[in-house]
């Protein structure tokens, strides 16, 4: 397939200086014509795209003006929010099919297929949106019970395409005939199925030693089973007691988590999925970002977050034209704004939490948002981690006087006993 598109590419009359000059002219896409033509190559799926992005045969203007197009958002918004699932579709084994699935006069076409070990994404496109029900996995004929998360776009002609991230417990064999079935679109009832072989993908898949256990609150926990591999890192993990009884409404005490690598830098949690075993036992399975080569052990800390009845007025204060700017959290710290750029119509606000507390990679715990005076957010992006609580926040410039929005939280710590830690060789 690399071949194919490279043959394309260079087969191309348009010399690239020139199409960098035409496009920062600007891009005009018509609605009527497809929405994945580049140029004269036509790249037939969204693992083409990737693999001509990743392979650096578009120019940094190209590439820049591509993520304004809406179907090349869509490559772009995998490629920022989940960079292991980026490398898994740019693969040589992703399945592509483009097989498109007819019922009660409604169509879906399943483009792409990717199984990395952890985790199955697939991609689907219909000629407009329209609402599916529950997408059901069978493995070999088995139905797999599975949690799903969707990411979409609108593309401008009405059309729509979307990704279906299944996760799942269980460990799946390298190789299996997959199952899909849909049936209920729009509310109407049929039966949208359709198979296909799939293998996983070459990622460098390595099982961890698993086996720690620690205690949160009296509440046994046990790493169950990890394992990384260049596209994902999976952790599940198992608690054990009277969980029920001490977790959730109306006693308020809730089970939060960060997990970091050896130097306290969050790792990102893409996917958290929970399931209840019996009524004492309770099951968290894990899906992060894969791990940068230098990192040598991931840190799991338990802790209670806040109350979830509790109720706290938020602080409002308006972004100072003089950093470092600084707002007190109360018993957790204080947050620290040490530095605002603006790239046009965006701002990238830089801050950090003066704490001893290790904070997650999203800020699950404490909410932080730029607002205008309205209360109207502003903001473009998740917060991200860049250290040891340090993170970046991007928001739109030029819409108004930015004002934070944060709030005190209550006092949040971890015991010795709340913390595992496990070794990556």
């Given at each position: 397939?690399?071949?194919?598109?490279?043959?394309?590419?260079?087969e191309?009359?348009v010399?690239?200086?020139?199409l960098?000059?035409?496009?920062?002219?600007?891009?005009?896409?018509s609605?009527?014509?497809?929405?994945?033509?580049?140029?004269m190559?036509?790249?037939?799926s969204v693992?083409?795209?990737?693999l001509?992005?990743?392979?650096?045969?578009?120019?940094?203007?190209?590439g820049?003006?591509?993520?304004?197009?809406?179907?090349?958002?869509?490559?772009?918004?995998?490629?920022?929010?989940?960079?292991?699932?980026?490398?898994?579709?740019?693969?040589?084994?992703?399945?592509?099919?483009?097989?498109?699935v007819?019922?009660?006069?409604i169509?879906?076409?399943?483009e792409?297929?990717?199984?990395?070990?952890?985790?199955?994404?697939?991609?689907?496109s219909?000629?407009e949106?329209?609402?599916?029900?529950?997408?059901?996995m069978?493995?070999?004929?088995?139905?797999?019970?599975?949690?799903?998360?969707?990411?979409?776009?609108?593309?401008?002609?009405?059309?729509?395409?979307?990704?279906?991230?299944?996760?799942?417990?269980?460990?799946?064999?390298?190789?299996?005939?997959?199952t899909?079935?849909?049936?209920?679109?729009?509310?109407?009832?049929?039966?949208?199925?359709?198979?296909?072989?799939?293998?996983?993908?070459?990622?460098?898949?390595?099982?961890?030693?698993?086996?720690?256990?620690?205690?949160m609150?009296?509440?046994a926990?046990?790493?169950?089973?990890?394992?990384?591999?260049t596209?994902?890192?999976?952790?599940q993990?198992?608690?054990?007691?009277?969980?029920?009884?001490?977790?959730?409404?109306?006693?308020?005490?809730?089970?939060?988590?960060?997990?970091?690598?050896?130097?306290?830098?969050?790792?990102?949690?893409?996917?958290?999925?929970?399931?209840?075993?019996?009524?004492?036992?309770?099951?968290?399975?894990?899906?992060?970002?894969?791990?940068?080569?230098d990192?040598?052990?991931?840190?799991?800390?338990?802790?209670s977050?806040?109350?979830?009845?509790?109720?706290?007025e938020?602080?409002?204060?308006?972004?100072?034209?003089?950093?470092?700017?600084?707002?007190?959290?109360?018993?957790?710290?204080?947050?620290?704004?040490?530095?605002?750029?603006?790239?046009?119509?965006?701002?990238?606000?830089?801050?950090l939490?003066?704490?001893?507390?290790?904070?997650?990679?999203?800020?699950?715990?404490?909410?932080?948002?730029?607002?205008?005076?309205?209360?109207?957010?502003?903001?473009?992006?998740?917060?991200?981690?860049?250290?040891?609580?340090?993170y970046?926040?991007?928001?739109?410039a030029?819409?108004?006087?930015?004002?934070?929005?944060?709030?005190?939280?209550?006092?949040?710590?971890?015991?010795?006993?709340?913390?595992v830690?496990?070794?990556?060789?």
């Amino acid at each position: 397939m690399e071949n194919n598109i490279k043959k394309a590419i260079d087969e191309m009359e348009v010399p690239m200086q020139k199409l960098d000059e035409a496009i920062s002219k600007g891009i005009v896409v018509s609605k009527k014509k497809p929405r994945n033509i580049l140029a004269m190559g036509v790249l037939t799926s969204v693992a083409a795209i990737l693999l001509v992005l990743g392979a650096g045969f578009v120019s940094p203007t190209v590439g820049n003006a591509l993520a304004k197009v809406p179907f090349m958002s869509f490559v772009y918004k995998i490629e920022e929010q989940d960079k292991g699932l980026h490398k898994a579709l740019s693969d040589n084994n992703a399945i592509q099919l483009n097989k498109t699935v007819t019922s009660n006069g409604i169509s879906v076409t399943f483009e792409e297929i990717v199984y990395d070990g952890a985790r199955i994404n697939v991609i689907y496109s219909m000629p407009e949106y329209q609402e599916i029900g529950k997408m059901e996995m069978f493995v070999n004929g088995e139905w797999l019970n599975t949690g799903g998360s969707i990411t979409s776009l609108h593309e401008e002609d009405g059309s729509y395409r979307a990704l279906y991230g299944f996760r799942f417990d269980e460990d799946l064999p390298d190789a299996f005939d997959l199952t899909l079935k849909i049936d209920m679109i729009a509310g109407v009832v049929g039966d949208w199925t359709f198979e296909t072989p799939i293998k996983k993908v070459k990622n460098n898949h390595r099982i961890l030693q698993a086996g720690q256990t620690g205690m949160m609150n009296g509440i046994a926990f046990e790493v169950k089973s990890a394992q990384t591999s260049t596209t994902s890192t999976k952790l599940q993990v198992e608690f054990t007691g009277e969980i029920r009884e001490k977790v959730g409404y109306p006693i308020g005490l809730s089970i939060s988590e960060t997990i970091t690598d050896q130097n306290g830098v969050p790792l990102k949690i893409l996917e958290k999925s929970g399931e209840g075993r019996t009524d004492y036992d309770l099951a968290w399975t894990y899906i992060l970002e894969p791990l940068a080569p230098d990192v040598t052990e991931l840190r799991l800390y338990y802790y209670s977050g806040p109350k979830i009845d509790e109720v706290v007025e938020d602080i409002i204060v308006p972004l100072s034209n003089e950093l470092p700017q600084k707002i007190d959290l109360g018993a957790m710290g204080d947050i620290v704004i040490t530095n605002v750029e603006q790239d046009g119509n965006e701002a990238t606000l830089r801050f950090l939490i003066d704490s001893d507390f290790p904070f997650d990679g999203d800020l699950r715990t404490h909410p932080f948002a730029v607002v205008l005076e309205n209360g109207e957010r502003i903001v473009t992006d998740v917060v991200q981690a860049v250290g040891r609580n340090e993170y970046q926040l991007k928001y739109k410039a030029n819409a108004g006087q930015p004002f934070i929005k944060t709030r005190p939280l209550t006092m949040m710590a971890i015991e010795p006993e709340a913390q595992v830690v496990i070794s990556i060789k």
